[in-house]
């Protein structure tokens, strides 16, 4: 994953910035702190907070596996420790022996880190997501139709049907929840690591997105005009991330985000075309 920098008059500022960058919650977060928010005398020599943030990896290791390695180890070195001293050719034909053992069990460990990345397949997950989203649809729309599809280790999965609109709720709030309660349940199935896993119904995500790209270009083109700052209603971070992408294509213009979530809100104003959160 590649790593951002992101900025703010506190260190929590800073980490609500990258995560409108980012488009991510705070628990898929990973950051290092470079500089720590300072402040000035009579607003002179104040510094902002900057951290170095990156979407966190998803562990390819149960923890329990981890450990039980950790130990093998242990107990390898203990017996290692244990043995007679031997003469000089013995001992560097045993460091050449143990190089060569490290060797293969790192080659052996990195191979089997890679087929442990997920507790379930991928389709299997995807699996669990329609099986729990069938159960719940079947009590207002028979109709309704369930599909996955799986890109860049990302599963996406669509409800279609007549009556869909009830899973979506106001400004898709009743799709929201009902994504965390997917979410939640096929991790609780699939007994660990999980893959991400996006819900979409009746195509609201890709509509909402082309319109609030829209909505933004015309935002921008009227701060261009007049010069005014423009502060939009609270949003969620997955729409302010669109504003923020979107105006970041746009010369002249900048974005920031101000407050904390729920009530959390993009600021459009001329400058630079960049995307952050001070």
């Not at 470079?34 to 390819?60: D, M, Y």
């Not at 000089?88 to 052996?108: G, H, L, Y």
């Not at 280790?153 to 799709?175: A, F, N, Y």
């Amino acid at each position: 994953m590649e790593w951002i920098e992101a900025t703010g008059k506190t260190l929590e500022s800073a980490i609500e910035s990258a995560l409108d960058t980012l488009g991510v919650k705070k628990n898929e977060l990973e950051y290092e702190l470079i500089t720590e928010a300072k402040k000035g005398v009579f607003g002179l020599g104040s510094n902002e907070a900057r951290i170095r943030a990156r979407v966190k990896p998803i562990s390819r290791e149960k923890p329990r596996e981890k450990k039980r390695r950790g130990n093998d180890r242990k107990t390898s070195s203990s017996r290692q420790n244990s043995k007679p001293k031997s003469s000089a050719k013995d001992s560097r034909s045993n460091k050449k022996e143990d190089k060569t053992m490290e060797e293969t069990e790192t080659t052996s460990e990195s191979q089997e880190t890679q087929k442990r990345e997920y507790a379930a397949p991928l389709e299997t997950q995807a699996q669990y997501a329609k099986d729990f989203l069938s159960g719940l649809v079947k009590y207002f729309d028979d109709s309704c139709k369930i599909d996955s599809v799986t890109e860049e280790e990302t599963i996406h999965v669509s409800i279609d049907g007549k009556q869909v609109g009830l899973l979506i709720g106001s400004r898709g709030s009743t799709l929201f929840a009902v994504e965390e309660l997917m979410r939640a349940v096929v991790q609780a199935k699939a007994g660990g690591f999980t893959a991400r896993m996006y819900l979409d119904v009746g195509g609201y995500r890709a509509k909402r997105k082309e319109a609030l790209a829209d909505f933004a270009k015309n935002l921008a083109a009227k701060v261009k005009e007049t010069g005014r700052t423009q502060v939009l209603e609270p949003m969620i971070a997955a729409d302010r991330k669109i504003v923020h992408d979107t105006i970041a294509q746009i010369e002249g213009i900048t974005t920031t985000s101000e407050g904390y979530d729920p009530k959390r809100r993009v600021v459009v104003m001329i400058g630079e075309s960049e995307a952050s959160d001070d």
